[in-house]
């Protein structure tokens, strides 16, 4: 079975302050991870991969196999990154094939 | 606009009565997805298709039966509804199951109100 789990729903930080969203998953196999972003009043987008290695919009996550960790991280809050967040897992094979498997979300809010 | 898109936005019915949600993405995508998000923010998946198939159907109520009349199009039809179905309900597609490259693109929503 696949599970994420978010441990914060809410999480409030100052501008320019870091921050970091917690995601831990369990998943026996070799797992994709995800964290998606839902800004007010807006569909859910992809916000980043760990398989792209890549920074968006000045957040990274890095895969942590060992923690069974994708924490999302920003050294610097901006008030624009306020939205909801999901981190996300993708199994691979039988049933869960291309199935998402979503935490159960952090609200995060940057105040000015 | 090149899209994942909802029809209703808001649907606002009665205990007992049957009702449709309609999503269609022109995106070209071969997979489509029917998500539920509760009021906790809970976001689950119920449905997936890939080409019309019903790939991932997991433990949803009989009252829900998804329909793909083509690969554009992923219809949610819910019978004799429930308080418990009031939810925001989100369509999704995307290109294959797995692939480094698929990702999901997902609807505005549907918030489903039961009274």
């Known amino acids: 079975a696949q599970r994420v789990t978010q441990p914060e729903k809410l999480l409030s930080v100052f501008k320019g302050a870091p921050v970091e969203l917690k995601c831990n998953y369990s998943?026996?196999?070799?797992?994709?991870l995800f964290w998606y972003v839902q800004y007010s009043r807006q569909r859910l987008q992809l916000l980043l991969r760990h398989i792209s290695r890549e920074s968006i919009k000045g957040f990274t996550a890095d895969l942590n196999k060992g923690e069974t960790s994708f924490h999302l991280k920003k050294p610097f809050a901006q008030e624009e990154d306020s939205a909801m967040y999901y981190c996300?897992?993708?199994?691979?094979?039988?049933?869960?094939?291309?199935?998402?498997?979503f935490g159960q979300g952090t609200i995060l809010t940057v105040h000015p | 606009d090149t899209a994942v898109s909802q029809t209703p936005k808001y649907l606002v019915t009665q205990m007992g009565n049957d009702k449709s949600i309609k999503c269609e993405q022109n995106?070209?995508?071969?997979?489509m997805y029917w998500y539920k998000q509760d009021s906790k923010k809970f976001l689950k998946i119920m449905f997936s298709y890939n080409n019309k198939e019903l790939i991932i159907n997991e433990t949803v109520p009989n009252r829900f039966s998804p329909k793909s009349p083509d690969k554009a199009h992923l219809n949610l039809h819910i019978n004799s509804l429930e308080l418990g179905d009031s939810a925001v309900y989100f369509c999704a597609s995307s290109q294959g199951r797995r692939s480094p490259s698929n990702e999901q693109f997902f609807g505005p929503g549907t918030r489903l109100t039961v009274l």
């Open positions: 995106l070209g995508h071969d997979t």
């Open positions: 998943y026996s196999g070799s797992p994709e």
């Open positions: 996300a897992l993708r199994g691979a094979g039988g049933t869960s094939y291309g199935k998402l498997t």
